[in-house]
Every structure is written in structure tokens, then in C-alpha cells.
């Protein structure tokens, strides 16, 4: 008990600019279940590159993203700020205006961990919105403000997402590989005219690419229907089948430069894997028991390993690797790709606990307010500080901002980060609680309250509390029963939306 004591506020205490990582890695995935790889338990898509990294880490069985969408999910984990306290966070169209402060603004994670002398970076999914101002964005000149000037010394992005328009990369504010004789038209309202749709060039279709709504079946680029409307800019077109490799090289190409800079880095990767549209290389077609949805698990894997291998070839295997997704998992999501059909069976929210299977499952998924739309797979690895054991500690992304920025030695200014705690002890494995509580939402604008193992959100006139302890499902509503916990629950919650 002495020893864990002393080693709780051994971690509570600055740590040196020796001690410090060399290297901080965020690699955010996309859609991604509890239960979707074999880390977590699926058997079917064996994850080789992150069963190792768990093996070297700790892996978490309760930690979560602050919401079951993507854009404010992504917002919180920069900000240290739940999403939810700022209007126009919800999910963003392609031709979003940018959510986040810049470094004038307010201080965020990469303007904090640019100051504490880290080269920092964004390399993949963007989808916090580019630009400022009422007039439509102009792809053709370079955007501003953008991850450049929220803290980011080097940006790669996808504007938005893989199934929305612009269907290009952006390289620090540029379009890659844009010719000015075809300039980028964007629209959300309407199409161009003689513009190829998935509504009316069925034919020109991807096997795996047909729409299951008017919603993606708009611009027709690379034989697979986008949400939203382009016209032009031919030459710099993506290939969705060459995505993973394309973010990944452009990662290990900023681990050499910083190396050779001799700078320390500090890198947010966020693939679009395993979102839709799923178009692995032909590599990975095939390769798991779970069809295409399994496929481009298995080249998420891919990818991680390369970026661990070109870590440790440069100089950063003091690294500190954080592994999260952006929300609970979701099977069909705009396209018929067979994943309903391939994955048949498959749980993907399954619960563990401790390292063991416990019986039923997690309810919930993407979009919702249930366990299963928050409840994220998590691993936190940093050699010589963590080594392969499994905790039940209560983790929020919303934690990171200040715990990164605290072990970097910074000081975080007054009124930044504002729901933001530094949990280093629980992310290394050495405490087993972890945070006091957290807050869940959805796109309804519903908010739970996880206190310990209970948690409390109020749907309607209706009020919901649950023991997670016996009751992973929330299948029993015990409100009714103790009506004295579910009103401090209440004034908890409501004193903290404050």
C-alpha cells in the first residue's frame, strides 16, 4: 500500500525535461469498436501491431470518448473542453468554417505542446472546419485559419471526411497536387451540371461503394458516392484505396525531418479507417474473417505498426503512443459494402473487464447515449513506464489536453482547458480508479453522468440511472427505486453543465 502511495505522488510531481517522452503520439481511429479488433477480443481480425502495443501498455476496459460523433469528439480531445458547451460543434459538413480557437484565441493541446518545444503535427482526418468568415471557402489559395494556426507546426488533413467533398488532401492550408487551370468548386445545396452523381451513373460504381441513401449519393469520385457536391480539381483527387499508405508516409516523412532536426514531436495521426467509405488496398482484401469492414481494421493495423517501426528507427522509442477511437462503432453507415451481411454474429461492443469476458454485452454504438457509443477501445504505452496490464480505471479524452500539457512542464493559462485533469497516475497503469467522473453525450444534446459504476442521464421527462457494476446493459432502470442517489446525480450533472 506504502509503495503504491509513493508512487502515486512520484507522478503527481513535475517531471523533468529528461523524464519527458521524446516523442507523443495520438493515433485516433475512426468508428472504431470495443470489440472490433483482436486486442479486445475478436478473434476475426487478428491485430498483430496492437496486441503488441497493449502488451508493452495498459489497456483500459472503461474509457471513453466525450461523445458518440465524430466532430465534437475530436474538439474535446484538443480542446480539454467538452464540446457540448459551444454551439456549431455537432457533426460538420465538408465546407465547414474552423470550430477551434487559434493560438491568439485561446491555448489548446497543440498550441501547448508547441510552446513546451515539441514539432508538432496533424496528419489525416481533420473535420474541425477551415477558414473563418461568411463567404463560401476557396479551395484554390491557401486556407487560413486552420490546424497551422491552432497549433499545429505541420498539417495533412482531410478536410472533413472520406465520404464528404472535397474528396483532396491539404498540405499547411494547400491543396496537394492542384492544377490552377481546374479549380475546386464545392457546394452542400446543389449539383454541378454535367457532373457524374451515384444517383445517375450507377454503372460507374464500386462494387462495394452503393449508396443506402440519397445522403451519399451525390459526387461520384473514384466510383464511390460522396455526401455534398464538387466539381474540378482532378489532378488532386484522393484514391480512397491508397489513403492508409498515403497518411502513413506522410507521418514516417515528419518523424525523419523532426529527426534529423533533431526536435522532439508530437503527432495527432487520426485515420479514416475504420469509417466509411471502406476501400482497403488489395493487399488487405480478404485478409480477416469479418469481410471489408474487418480489412480495414487490418490495414489500420498496418499502419500503426509502420508508424511505431519509423519511431524507433529515428530516434523516438521514447515514446509515449496513445491508441483511442472517436466514438462507439457502427456497421452500416451510408454504403451497401456487405458489412451487415460479413458481420453477422459479431459483437461489436463486447464487454471486458480486468483482461476476462464477462457474459452479455454492451448496448449502444455510434450516434447513441448507451455504454456502447462512448466506450472506446484505449491503450496507453510509454516504454519504461508501462508493461503490458489491463485496468478498469474510468478514462475520458477530455483528460488528455491537460495531462499531455502538464507532463510536457507546461503551465496551463487560467480559463483553458476548463474540463480538463491531468491523469497521468491512471494512464500509466497506477491508478486503478482513474477519474471521479465523466460526461457522455450524443447529437440529441443528451448528457450522462458516469459517477464510479452508476450513471444518470434524463431522456425526456423520463430520468435513467444504472449500475454498470451488475448491469452492463442498462437494461434495468433503478431511478425509480432510489430516488435520493438519482437526485444528487441530477444536481451533479447540472451543476457541472454550468
Not at 480512397?240 to 495521426?269: G, N, Q, V
Not at 450533472?493 to 454550468?498: A, G, H, N, P
Request: aromatic letters at 8%; a neutral charge.
Amino acid at each position: 500500500m506504502f509503495k503504491h502511495l509513493l508512487c502515486m505522488l512520484t507522478l503527481a510531481l513535475p517531471l523533468s525535461a529528461a523524464e519527458k517522452p521524446r516523442a507523443i503520439v495520438i493515433f485516433y481511429t475512426d468508428d472504431l469498436g470495443y470489440n472490433d479488433t483482436s486486442t479486445y477480443g475478436c478473434d476475426k481480425v487478428p491485430c498483430p501491431n496492437l496486441d503488441k502495443l497493449a502488451a508493452e501498455g495498459v489497456r483500459f476496459t472503461d474509457a471513453h470518448s466525450t461523445h458518440s460523433v465524430c466532430t465534437p469528439s475530436r474538439y474535446s480531445l484538443l480542446t480539454g473542453e467538452y464540446a457540448w458547451r459551444r454551439k456549431g460543434t455537432g457533426i460538420l459538413p465538408g465546407d465547414a468554417k474552423l470550430i477551434l480557437p487559434t493560438e491568439n484565441e485561446q491555448s489548446t493541446l497543440p498550441t501547448l505542446m508547441r510552446q513546451a518545444g515539441y514539432r508538432t503535427a496533424v496528419i489525416g482526418k481533420w473535420h474541425l472546419g477551415l477558414g473563418r468568415g461568411d463567404t463560401p471557402t476557396n479551395w484554390n489559395r491557401t486556407i487560413t485559419p486552420g490546424p497551422n494556426e491552432v497549433g499545429f507546426d505541420h498539417s495533412f488533413i482531410l478536410a472533413a471526411t472520406g465520404d464528404r467533398v472535397p474528396c483532396v488532401y491539404l498540405q499547411n492550408g494547400d491543396v496537394v497536387g492542384l492544377d490552377p487551370a481546374d479549380p475546386i468548386e464545392v457546394s452542400y445545396k446543389a449539383p454541378f451540371d454535367g457532373e457524374p452523381l451515384g444517383s445517375t451513373h450507377p454503372q460507374l460504381l464500386k462494387k462495394h461503394a452503393r449508396s443506402n441513401g440519397p445522403q451519399h449519393n451525390c459526387a461520384l469520385i473514384n466510383g464511390i458516392p460522396r455526401i455534398g457536391y464538387m466539381k474540378g480539381g482532378k489532378s488532386a483527387l484522393w484514391k480512397d484505396e491508397d489513403m492508409a499508405d498515403c497518411l502513413t508516409d506522410e507521418a514516417i516523412r515528419f518523424i525523419a525531418e523532426s529527426a534529423r532536426m533533431d526536435k522532439p514531436i508530437f503527432m495527432y495521426f487520426a485515420t479514416n479507417d475504420i469509417h466509411v467509405p471502406r476501400d482497403p488496398h488489395k493487399r488487405f482484401i480478404g485478409k480477416s474473417g469479418m469481410g471489408i469492414r474487418g480489412d480495414v481494421t487490418i490495414q489500420m493495423d498496418d499502419c500503426l505498426g509502420r508508424l511505431r517501426t519509423a519511431l524507433t528507427e529515428h530516434g523516438y522509442s521514447d515514446c509515449l503512443f496513445i491508441f483511442s477511437s472517436d466514438n462507439g462503432p457502427v456497421i452500416n453507415d451510408g454504403y451497401f459494402d456487405g458489412s451487415i451481411r460479413d458481420c453477422k454474429g459479431h459483437n461489436p461492443v463486447a464487454p471486458m473487464s480486468d483482461g476476462k469476458w464477462r457474459d452479455g454485452k454492451l448496448t449502444g454504438g455510434k450516434y447513441g447515449i448507451m455504454e456502447g457509443s462512448t466506450r472506446v477501445p484505449f491503450i496507453v504505452c510509454w516504454p519504461g513506464h508501462t508493461g503490458g496490464s489491463n485496468s478498469a480505471a474510468l478514462i475520458s479524452q477530455v483528460d488528455l489536453a491537460r495531462t499531455l500539457a502538464e507532463l510536457a512542464g507546461i503551465e496551463v493559462p487560467a480559463g483553458a482547458l476548463r474540463d480538463s485533469r491531468n491523469m497521468l497516475p491512471a494512464l500509466l497503469g497506477h491508478d486503478s480508479v482513474g477519474a471521479p467522473y465523466i460526461i457522455e453525450s450524443n447529437n440529441g444534446g443528451t448528457l450522462a453522468l458516469r459517477s464510479g459504476s452508476y450513471k444518470y442521464y434524463r431522456n425526456g421527462k423520463t430520468e435513467h440511472l444504472y449500475d454498470l457494476s451488475v448491469d452492463l446493459q442498462e437494461q434495468h432502470n433503478i431511478a425509480p427505486e432510489h430516488p435520493e442517489l438519482t437526485q444528487q446525480l441530477r444536481k451533479q450533472l447540472l451543476q457541472l453543465r454550468k
